[in-house]
């Protein structure tokens, strides 16, 4: 069983290889990183499709391609060293920050999907992740600042305080918009910003306000 889901995940790295991604990093976590750990029992038999899934309190684990994208386009732009994610969700993404980058930091505002997904990296003996259960709308301040922000639920607007985070040369990547969204990657260059339109994307949004 462990065998064919390991080869699983080799095969969904090829395929989103095929699909264009480029980075060599990314497709190795890609084939590293159990996918089906990250997924309930009804749907494990599609944890190595490139498809978005239901993980339970109405949210998603993101599409595989989609992942290895947003993580590709922080290491093109040249980031490897702290990331902060906002959406941990599942911990899928999380966990393949946590092969690519020296440093994650994660902030989940529903407890149960928090405390499920540092276990799950606990698990794989991901130790540079650091979790908070918060908003995201508010970024994680004391750990300020990060050489890459990664947005994994569509906010209506880029969020002031994550911008007010990323550091000078920093690079944030995030879904921006409501019912259109678009992802958005937004360069700093000292008080500069400078956002370039990626391609329209699906996600959750990012809910202002309080923590579940
Ligand atoms: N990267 C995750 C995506 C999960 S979906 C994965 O692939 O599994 C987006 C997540 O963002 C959900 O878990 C949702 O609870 C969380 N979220 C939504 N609004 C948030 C906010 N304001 N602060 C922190 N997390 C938020």
């Known amino acids: 069983m462990l065998a064919n889901y390991t080869r699983s995940a080799h095969g969904l790295a090829e395929l989103l290889q095929r699909e264009g991604v480029e980075d060599k990093d990314v497709?190795?976590?890609?084939?590293?990183?159990?996918?089906?750990?990250f997924i309930d029992d009804v749907l494990k038999h599609k944890a190595y499709q490139n498809t978005a899934l239901p993980i339970g309190q109405g949210q998603t684990i993101s599409q595989p391609y989609i992942v290895a994208r947003m993580t590709e386009?922080?290491?093109?732009?040249?980031?490897?060293?702290?990331?902060?994610?906002?959406?941990?969700?599942?911990?899928?993404?999380?966990?393949?920050?946590?092969?690519?980058?020296?440093?994650?930091?994660?902030?989940?505002?529903?407890?149960?999907?928090?405390?499920?997904?540092?276990?799950?990296?606990?698990?794989?003996?991901?130790?540079?992740?650091t979790m908070k259960h918060g908003d995201g709308w508010q970024g994680w301040e004391s750990q300020a600042p990060?050489?890459?922000?990664?947005?994994?639920?569509?906010?209506?607007?880029?969020?002031?305080?994550?911008?007010?985070?990323?550091?000078d040369g920093g690079v944030m990547i995030a879904p921006i918009g409501n019912e259109d969204q678009q992802l958005v990657m937004v360069v700093r260059e000292g008080e500069k910003f400078t956002q370039h339109v990626i391609a329209p994307v699906r996600f959750v949004p990012l809910i202002p306000g309080d923590i579940e």
């Open 73 to 129: 386009l922080l290491r093109l732009a040249g980031v490897r060293d702290k990331v902060l994610e906002i959406g941990t969700g599942s911990g899928y993404q999380t966990a393949i920050l946590a092969k690519t980058f020296t440093k994650v930091f994660s902030v989940e505002r529903i407890k149960a999907l928090q405390w499920q997904a540092k276990r799950r990296l606990q698990n794989l003996d991901l130790y540079n992740v």
């Open 27 to 37: 497709l190795a976590a890609i084939a590293d990183v159990p996918r089906h750990v």
């Open 146 to 167: 990060f050489a890459g922000i990664i947005v994994t639920a569509a906010a209506s607007h880029v969020p002031q305080a994550l911008l007010d985070q990323l550091a």
